[in-house]
């Protein structure tokens, strides 16, 4: 995994979704073991829901692609 290639598909099908609702997201870190790290902002740094749009949003949009990849997680 790339991280050019994270950020394609960031760009290209995750950060529009989250803008819309006032949020975002930005590529911290590709770990060794394929483990994505992220930090939400905008509305999604404090939304209560932020875990759910971090595991089946971001993540999941992110395994369609890169079946390797372990987890995403935030910071």
Not at 37 to 48: D, H, N, Q, S
Request: negative net charge; contains cysteine; glycine residues 8%.
């Amino acid at each position: 995994m790339k991280r050019e290639d994270v950020e394609k598909i960031l760009n290209d099908k995750i950060r529009p979704r989250l803008a819309a609702d006032g949020g975002g997201v930005e590529l911290v870190e590709i770990k060794n073991d394929n483990t994505v790290v992220v930090k939400l902002t905008g509305a999604c740094g404090c939304c209560p829901f932020s875990l759910m749009t971090l595991k089946a949003g971001v993540e999941q949009t992110l395994r369609d692609s890169f079946p390797e990849l372990k987890e995403v997680i935030s910071v």
